[in-house]
């Protein structure tokens, strides 16, 4: 289960995906989810691993502490991270769905708890070639005291629409006919 504002988004791109394609930029309206522009961002894809920030919203540009207009997407995460967030990156875009990074914002203090959230969008005559985002904070922005983001740091990618395998497994355990685990 995700914050609302990620499981708006989620719902807002699954309504204009159509027959397992991404939506086009052109069905995106960005007054359907205007409360929401402050977090919302715009990756584009000049080739693997390159993906320039094309819009940031105040609190993502805030949150980094400066313009992020052409800053390459990946640079905001840790370099531990990056090569694990590209290969997620270039799966939804070959199967286009959502993909959410439950994330930690690190500050040189307290660090934020975050849902970032990444759906590819189709230009009119081709394949996915943006991707729509959201940083939704799951903890009080206030906590971080005025600081910016020195980097993201992945907990968990989760594509909401599929089987994760990073998904607890359950698992049942017998002795003798009894369960035991």
């Not at 052409?70 to 875009?93: H, Y």
């Not at 799951?138 to 990618?157: I, K």
Request: net charge positive; proline share 7%; with cysteine.
């Amino acid at each position: 289960m995700f914050h609302s504002n990620t499981e708006r988004m989620i719902d807002y791109w699954t309504a204009r995906a159509v027959q397992g394609r991404a939506p086009s930029r052109a069905s995106v309206q960005p007054a359907d989810f205007r409360q929401l522009m402050p977090q919302v961002f715009i990756l584009g894809r000049e080739g693997r691993g390159q993906y320039p920030v094309r819009l940031a919203g105040g609190f993502v540009g805030d949150l980094h502490g400066c313009d992020l207009r052409g800053v390459n997407g990946l640079d905001l995460w840790s370099e531990r991270d990056r090569l694990r967030l590209q290969t997620a990156l270039e799966e939804i875009r070959a199967r286009p769905e959502p993909l959410v990074a439950t994330a930690e914002a690190l500050t040189d203090g307290a660090g934020l708890p975050m849902e970032v959230m990444f759906a590819p969008l189709v230009a009119h005559d081709g394949g996915p070639d943006r991707f729509l985002g959201l940083y939704q904070p799951t903890s009080m922005v206030a906590r971080l005291m005025g600081r910016t983001a020195l980097e993201l740091s992945v907990r968990r990618l989760i594509r909401p629409g599929a089987a994760n395998e990073e998904a607890p497994r359950v698992r049942l355990a017998a002795i003798g006919g009894r369960q035991v685990a």
